[in-house]
């Protein structure tokens, strides 16, 4: 019961990757050019200002089920983060070849 509560923790807690920012922001931008391309011929060729602006509404909204909600598809590469050491105080002390940088 655990592992099925946490795994929806982690799906409502919004948590994507760089990659997913990156996929996402892919997906959106093609599925928003598809659905104006498709609303503006549908309109076209039935000659409908109506029909042009509810296709461009139903796309617009797929897109927004797509890009919106974290998807696990856009959380697969997660970045390993540097771990702070517990006894520095005065700031960030990263080690390089064995000399401090910062």
Known sequence: M????????????GQIDF?????????????LIISGVVAFLAGYIYRDIH?????GL???LVTG?????PWPMYNKKPEKW????AGSVG??????DGSKVA
């Open 91 to 96: 700031g960030v002390r990263v080690m390089v």
């Open 51 to 55: 029909l042009t602006l509810w296709v």
């Open 65 to 69: 089920l797509v890009a919106i909600p």
């Open 19 to 31: 990659h997913g920012q990156r996929m996402a922001e892919i997906l959106s931008t093609a599925l």
């Open 2 to 13: 655990d592992d099925v509560l946490a795994s929806v923790q982690n799906i409502c807690e």
């Open 82 to 85: 540097l771990v702070p050491l």
């Open 58 to 60: 139903a796309g617009t």
